[in-house]
Each structure stands twice: as structure tokens, then as C-alpha cells.
């Protein structure tokens, strides 16, 4: 199983592209969350999910949407996982998988907010100030640890064709199940 990390607008799905190309396939985190918010018949906005996905965190553990997608990975050896935000979550994907890798994607915060303004998605930040808050709502979830203690970091830092390159270098040199 692949874990991958980063800041917003890193180059996480970019990421995922390429390992898509090469075999792999991906979850999401978030994809889980709103299913069970679905199950429950939570309104499907931001600050509803947001507050559904935190409470029962606090019922059931700060693992427990991990947990919630380790159960749709039907092929741990050929999965890339997006989303984590903390090191509990890390660690309960890798009671599924125990040769489990980290990969975190860096890109300097002027890099990413020129890349997220150029994306264009409708949810994203729209200024630079948006951007640092964001930035702080994620490292107080505690994504700089699981950086931080990242098995691989890739730097994208160039140009796109370029990071594809790079990602499917780490992907080629993975050690086979
Ligand atoms: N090296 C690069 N050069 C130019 N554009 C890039 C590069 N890397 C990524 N991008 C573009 O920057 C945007 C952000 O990248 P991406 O969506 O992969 O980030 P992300 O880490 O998945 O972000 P988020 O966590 O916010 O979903 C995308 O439009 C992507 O195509």
C-alpha cells in the first residue's frame, strides 16, 4: 500500500494519476466519509460532513476513518491511499499492510498557491490568506508528522512533465510484493 501525503495543491492527484497509470488503484479518504455521512443521511455540505467526519472521530477514535477505508481496499499491494491527516491513520493502514510506504509530495506555499489558483476547482482558496489558513487547519490535524516522517519525499518543483517523471521513477523503484 502507498500512502500519500502533502500540502494542499502538493501534487497529490498528479500523484495519482501516474500510479493509475502504472496499475495502481486509489481510495480516498474523503470518499468514505461521505459514504457513511450518506448512510446516515447527512446534508452533503462542506461544514456538515466536516462536523460529522470530526464527531465520530471523537466516539470512535482518532483512527477511525482509516480504519472506515482500509475496509474498501480490495488489493492492499496495488492501492494508493489519499487523505490521511495523522499519524494514528498511518498507523492503522499499516495493520492492513505492514510493508506500507509513505510518500510525501513538497512544493513551496507560492508554488501551490499558483498552482491551486490555475486549477481552478470551485472549493478551493482564492487568496493567498485562505491559503495559510488552510495550511494551518491541516497541520493542526497533524499532517506535518506523517511529512515529516515520510518514507519518500518527492519535490515538485519543476515542471509538470517533470514530476511525472520523477513519480513514476519512485513508483519503478518500490519493492515488489
Ligand atoms: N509541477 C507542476 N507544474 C505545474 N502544475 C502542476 C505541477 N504539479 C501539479 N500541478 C497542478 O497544480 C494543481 C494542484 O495539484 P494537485 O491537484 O495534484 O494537488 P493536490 O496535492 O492533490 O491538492 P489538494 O490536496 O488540494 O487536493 C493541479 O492543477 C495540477 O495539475
Redesign the pocket.
Known sequence: MIVVT?M???????FIAVARSVGFMDVHMGESVRHYARLRGIPFTDGDIGRFAASEREKYGMDIWARRTAEMIRDPERTVVDGVRNMEEVDAFRERDRNLIVIA?FANREERFR??L??QRPDDVRSMAELVLRDKRELSFGIGSVIALADVMIV?D???E??REKSRKVLQSLPRP
Open positions: 502533502g494542499p495543491g502538493a501534487g497529490k492527484d498528479e509530495i498552482r491551486i490555475g486549477r515538485n519543476g515542471t509538470l517533470e514530476f
